[in-house]
């Protein structure tokens, strides 16, 4: 509540300060502090396949379809920190899991190596098909991504390649779900550990200059096409990783594997966790997926959910929910006299 003659300051914690530029902890209270918030969502990841007595099995699919809606977002937040505003993430998605099905089924791999096979298959593939409209910027990029899933769709629907309109069927399973579970959490955990690592870096801070000023980057001497190639290149493999383990889990990769669904939930889950973080977008999935499933009843009248929350986001909380949680864990606010 405002008081009057009064102003509220907002402060960052001393052990934030310590920690960001001076890099002193002195306690062991303080490194506990601060990876705290990183053990407890570690701890979740990891100990939710162990709750299925009491979850359920539709609880656990639903916990393997987050863990890979998180990848997906994860993917199109490294992506965004390039510049590179994808409006077609199904695209990288359904590549992934048609590529894992050829490898399974025409290569006749093992399912690991089938998936290992769509992932780098995958996200080479949609790095080609992007390579040419790297130049792109802005919204005419996002176009060329938005309108890529849908050409892929009508192309298998007219020619009938790949199973035509009923899919590509008799994909082998990868283990049990547990497995496959625990391997899209580790690589969870691993790709939003490296992302974060690599965007804190120099090769992350040329990206951030891309993003804001390509024009004068390449006018330095820097190949700003080769550099944004090698990001597609490794902001795919997540996306396209997601792609391959579903498809062994439903034994099956359709034209659903292109739907624009895919591509909005990335963009709604960066905007409600907050995309100044790779760790936001994998947040706001975990939040919005499950608010899915519970409106399943409604069909597709989830993407108006989809909406009402994105609007609802952007006016009331435009950082994201991550950054809010962040910012307040990180900071306390005080009322001091004008």
């Known amino acids: 509540m405002r008081q009057s003659g009064y102003r509220r300051e907002r402060l960052d914690r001393g052990i934030k300060v310590r ?3 001076v890099f002193v902890l002195v306690s062991g209270r303080e490194m506990l502090y601060l990876a705290g918030p990183r053990l407890a969502a570690t701890i979740a990841l990891l100990g939710f396949p162990l709750l299925a007595p009491w979850t359920g099995a539709y609880w656990q699919t639903v916990f393997l379809i987050v863990v890979a809606m998180m990848l997906l977002a994860i993917s199109w937040a490294f992506l965004e920190r390039v510049g590179l505003v994808s409006l077609g993430q199904s695209f990288f998605f359904g590549v992934g899991g048609y590529l894992t099905a050829i490898g399974a089924v025409y290569l006749r791999l093992p399912s690991f190596f089938a998936v290992l096979f769509g992932t ?8 080609l098909l992007l390579a040419p409209v790297l130049r792109l910027r802005g919204v005419y990029f996002s176009l060329v991504t938005f309108a890529l899933p849908l050409l892929f769709a009508r192309i298998i629907e007219a020619t009938k390649i790949l199973g035509g309109t009923e899919g590509f069927a008799g994909v082998p399973g990868l283990g049990a779900l547990p497995t496959r579970q625990y391997l899209l959490v580790l690589a969870l955990l691993g790709t939003a550990f490296a992302f974060q690592r690599l965007l804190d870096s120099d090769y992350g801070l040329v ?3 891309i993003r804001d000023n390509d024009v004068g980057v390449r006018a330095s001497g820097i190949p700003v096409d080769r550099w944004k190639f090698w990001a597609v290149l490794v902001g795919t493999l997540p996306a396209a990783f997601a792609g391959s383990v579903l498809a062994t889990h439903y034994h099956v990769v359709g034209m659903s594997a292109f739907s624009l669904e895919y591509s909005v939930l990335p963009l709604t889950a960066a905007v409600l966790g907050g995309s100044e973080m790779v760790a936001g977008a994998a947040v706001g999935a975990a939040l919005i997926v499950p608010l899915s499933e519970v409106l399943r009843a409604f069909g597709t009248l989830r993407v108006v959910a989809y909406c009402l929350v994105l609007v609802a986001v952007l006016v ?17 606010e005080r009322w001091v006299p004008i």
């Open 19 to 21: 920690a960001d530029d």
């Open 316 to 332: 009331g909380v435009p950082e994201g929910v991550f950054a809010l949680a962040r910012r307040r864990y990180h900071q306390f």
């Open 207 to 209: 990206l951030r200059a």
């Open 120 to 127: 780098v298959a995958g996200a080479v593939a949609c790095a």
